[in-house]
Nanobody, 120 residues
Framework: QVQLVESGGGLVQAGGSLRLSCALSGNIFSVNPMAWYRQAPGKERELVAT???????NYTESAEGRFTISRDRNKKLVYLQMNTLKPEDTAIYYC??????????????WGRGTQVTVSS
C-alpha cells in the first residue's frame, strides 16, 4: 500500500516562508504525478500545485510566482516551497498521489495534512 506523510507546517508571519515536505512510501514510483491541495475551514478544497512525471509544474493563480513544487527522486520526497506567505494561505495542506495506470497507480492516495497558519 501507499502512504503519504506531510510535514513542515507551522505558524509564520505574513511575508515569511515555509517549505512543506511529503514523504512517499510503499509501492509508488518517485516520478508519480503529485499535487498539493489546501483546505481552510468553511471553504472548498483547492488545488495549489501539480508536478508531472516529466517535471512539468502548474499552479493556481494565487500561488503562481510565490510557491514552487519540486521533488527529490532519490529520497522520494515532494516539496512545496512557499514564499511571501499571506494570511489567506492559512489552511491544512495535503499532498496527493495522482492515479496513473501506466505506473501501476490505480487510485489516488492522500496524506493526512499539515497545518499552515499565517498571521497578519
Amino acid at each position: 500500500q501507499v502512504q503519504l506523510v506531510e510535514s513542515g507546517g507551522g505558524l509564520v508571519q505574513a511575508g515569511g516562508s515555509l517549505r512543506l515536505s511529503c514523504a512517499l512510501s510503499g509501492n509508488i514510483f518517485s516520478v508519480n504525478p503529485m499535487a498539493w491541495y489546501r483546505q481552510a475551514p468553511g471553504k472548498e478544497r483547492e488545488l495549489v500545485a501539480t508536478i508531472a512525471a516529466d517535471g512539468t509544474t502548474n499552479y493556481t493563480e494565487s500561488a503562481e510566482g510565490r510557491f514552487t513544487i519540486s521533488r527529490d527522486r532519490n529520497k522520494k520526497l515532494v516539496y512545496l516551497q512557499m514564499n511571501t506567505l499571506k494570511p489567506e494561505d492559512t489552511a491544512i495542506y495535503y499532498c496527493r498521489a495522482l492515479k496513473t495506470p501506466k505506473l501501476g497507480m490505480l487510485s489516488d492516495y492522500w496524506g493526512r495534512g499539515t497545518q499552515v497558519t499565517v498571521s497578519s
